[in-house]
């Protein structure tokens, strides 16, 4: 059986936000790159968390939650 790697399927670039972060840039930034799920940083650079677009529709009023779904999915 062949062995499919991670680092062969994995997207090269990540695109990060820092925990300090106001939720405007990193909500840009999520909007700018068109992905749904940002790995969130401390100041040292070590993974914290992960902000998903669940996480903001849970926690944001139902018309940002939808305009950020919007503009995220849009295609290029």
């Known amino acids: ?3 499919t790697l991670l680092g062969e399927l994995m997207t090269g670039q990540v695109e ?3 925990e300090h972060a ?3 840039d990193v ?3 999520m909007q700018a790159s068109q992905i749904r799920r940002l790995p969130v ?3 040292a650079q070590r993974i ?3 902000l998903s677009l669940g996480d903001l529709a849970a926690r944001s009023d139902a ?3 939808g305009f950020t779904w ?3 999915s849009a295609p290029g």
């Open 63 to 65: 018309e940002m939650a």
């Open 16 to 18: 990060c936000g820092f």
């Open 48 to 50: 914290v968390g992960r």
């Open 41 to 43: 940083l401390d100041d």
């Open 70 to 72: 919007a503009e995220i």
């Open 1 to 3: 059986m062949a062995t």
């Open 27 to 29: 909500i840009a930034k």
């Open 22 to 24: 106001g939720l405007e």
